[in-house]
């Protein structure tokens, strides 16, 4: 069966779901912001078959998400690190992790990881802001509309 693609929608969610829209992708990002720079640390981490490993690492560094940076000349063998681009994608995953902690839990359960301050041990929760107000973002407080083509 053949995917649908969206990578030229006007559509900045489906864009973004053409790249992210398949499971292993942001657990892919994921661990590599919580260090994982290479194959076999992904594989082992993941549980993912090689095969479909090797074809997510292609797609994140052809979409500029990430990078191979040689780390062995004989036999060649290369680290992934995270681009600006690929970095920039925490804020969703932050977003991701604070819905899947408030919403994928039983009551009364909760999720065996947690995000916590490097600097006090806390546990955070994040939110998503508008950059400019600083303010959370409420859906009744934000509409569609389009941007000016100038």
Same mark, same amino acid.
């Not at 039983?106 to 995000?115: A, K, M, N, R, V």
């Not at 303010?135 to 407080?141: I, N, S, V, Y």
């Given at each position: ?15 973004? %779901?053409?790249?992210? @829209?398949?499971?292993? %992708? ?8 919580? @260090?994982?720079? $290479?194959?076999? @640390?992904?594989? /082992? ?21 990430? /990078? ?6 004989? =036999? ?15 804020? +969703? ?17 909760? =999720? ?13 929760? =994040?939110? +998503? +802001? ?11 407080? +934000? $509409?569609?509309? $389009? %941007?000016?083509?100038?």
């Amino acid at each position: 069966m053949r995917r649908t693609r969206f990578d030229d929608a006007r559509c900045p969610v489906a864009r973004a %779901t053409d790249l992210m @829209g398949d499971w292993w %992708t942001p657990l892919v990002l994921r661990d590599a912001f919580f @260090g994982q720079r $290479r194959f076999s @640390g992904f594989q /082992e981490s993941l549980d993912i078959p090689k095969a479909v490993l090797a074809a997510r690492l292609a797609r994140l560094c052809d979409e500029g998400m990430m /990078e191979k940076v040689p780390y062995s000349e004989h =036999p060649p063998r290369y680290e992934y690190h995270l681009t600006d681009k690929g970095r920039a994608f925490w804020d +969703v995953l932050a977003a991701m992790w604070r819905w899947g902690t408030d919403w994928c839990w039983p009551e009364g359960e909760h =999720p065996y990881l947690s995000l916590k301050s490097r600097a006090t041990g806390q546990i955070v929760h =994040p939110i +998503v +802001v508008d950059e400019l107000t600083g303010e959370r973002l409420d859906l009744d407080a +934000v $509409r569609f509309g $389009r %941007t000016s083509t100038g």
